[in-house]
Each structure stands twice: as C-alpha cells, then as structure tokens.
T-cell receptor
C-alpha cells in the first residue's frame, strides 16, 4: 500500500527535552511538509521540502528543525525552544512539479509536553 | 483527547439533508482549491478540487462551487450521512508555489 506513515501516534515528553517525529512516504513524491494543528485552528505550515537536501521555513518555524536526507523521509524535531509544543502534528507530501498541488496527509502524531 | 473541532463554526444537519459548507479565500491570485475532510484524530483526506478556470465541479455526492468575483468557495454534500460528520477544510494554492494555505475549518455534525 502506498501512503504516508507517522510514528508514534501519541508522544509524551517532559518540558526541556527535544523530540523527533517521524514521517515516511512511499509515494515517490518530491515535496514533503510539516503542519501543526491546534484545537479550533486550521493547519499551520512549519517547514517544507521540495527536494532532497533542501527545505524552507513555513509560517511558524521557530523552535523546530527538519532534515531531508532521503526522498522518503522528513523528520521533524521539536526543540526545547518551542514555547507551546503540545499539538497535533501532520506530515504531508505532494508532487508539485507536475501539479495540481494536492497534498496527501499522514495520520498525525499527537505530542503532549508537560 | 482534544478535538480539532473545538471552537470551530459548526453546521448541524439531519441525515438525508443536503449540506453546504462555505469558505472565503483572500488571495485573488489563488488558482487551485481543494476541500479536505478530517475525522477526529486522523489526517485530512482529499475530497474534491477545482481550478480557477472552472466555476463548478462534481464528484460522488459532492459538488464544489467557485465564485471568483467574491472569492468564495462552497462544498455541497448531497444526502448527508452520519459518516460525513467531520471537520471540513478548504485550501488554496497560488500558481507556481507548492504550498497550500488552509482555512480554519467547519465542523459538520450529522444526526441520524
């Protein structure tokens, strides 16, 4: 089955710790994205990558970091500098080079920091 | 756990009714639009899309209408079913960019 996997589904961390969220896709998509979702809010873009070894900041990149060493993988690290890290994190992928720009989403990781 | 739908605009309908969910977009340069459905605790799923050179597109039980004059998008769901209960998001894309801008969403509640 082709798709996007995110692990784990639930993640708990103590304040002050960095945590890395996994995102893997086997759709052979060039572009990958990380979004944050808070209750009552739309999706806000954290980082995106259009090609391996390249990525751009989204609207709320502060306190987050990413890497794109492989086409299939786009891990997100939530650092201790992120002031309100508790949220639902969604990873997506697309093939923007061919358009249209539909993004396919993973099941999400709910991060709780106490 | 927390609901993604907390504090969202809510549309409540009876099973079998037709539902209309609206979305206003802000950028007149947007030329591609998508509707997504998100069930509680899951990632958004693609429903239907439309390009700016169209004003209507139909899918299975769903229709998207685009009014570029007033920058308005709507999603019509025919014969709404309890399984349609979810949060619905519109998203817009500006040509040449690979990112989407998402609206805040509308929660649809369907009672049997």
């Amino acid at each position: 089955d082709g798709g996007i996997t995110q692990s784990p589904k639930y993640l708990f961390r103590k304040e002050g710790q960095n945590v890395t969220l996994s995102c893997e896709q086997n759709l052979n998509h060039d572009a990958m994205y990380w979004y944050r979702q808070d209750p009552g809010q739309g999706l806000r873009l954290i980082y995106y990558s259009q090609i391996v070894n390249d990525f751009q900041k989204g609207d709320i990149a502060e306190g987050y970091s990413v890497s794109r060493e492989k086409k299939e993988s786009f891990p997100l690290t939530v650092t201790s500098a992120q002031k309100n890290p508790t949220a639902f994190y969604l990873c997506a992928s697309s093939n923007p080079g061919t358009g249209p720009y539909e993004q396919y989403f993973g099941p999400g990781t709910r991060l709780t920091v106490t | 756990g927390e609901s993604v739908g907390l504090h969202l605009p809510t549309l409540s309908v009876q099973e079998g009714d037709n539902s209309i969910i609206n979305c206003a977009y802000s950028n007149s340069a947007s030329d591609y639009f998508i509707w997504y459905k998100q069930e509680s605790g899951k990632g958004p799923q693609f429903i239907i899309d439309i390009r700016s050179n169209m004003d209507k597109r139909q899918g299975q039980r769903v229709t998207v209408l685009l009014n570029k004059t007033v920058k308005h998008l709507s999603l019509q769901i025919a014969a709404t079913q309890p399984g349609d209960s979810a949060v619905y998001f519109c998203a817009e894309n500006i040509g040449g960019y690979s990112t989407l801008t998402f609206g805040k969403g509308t929660m649809l509640l369907v009672s049997p």
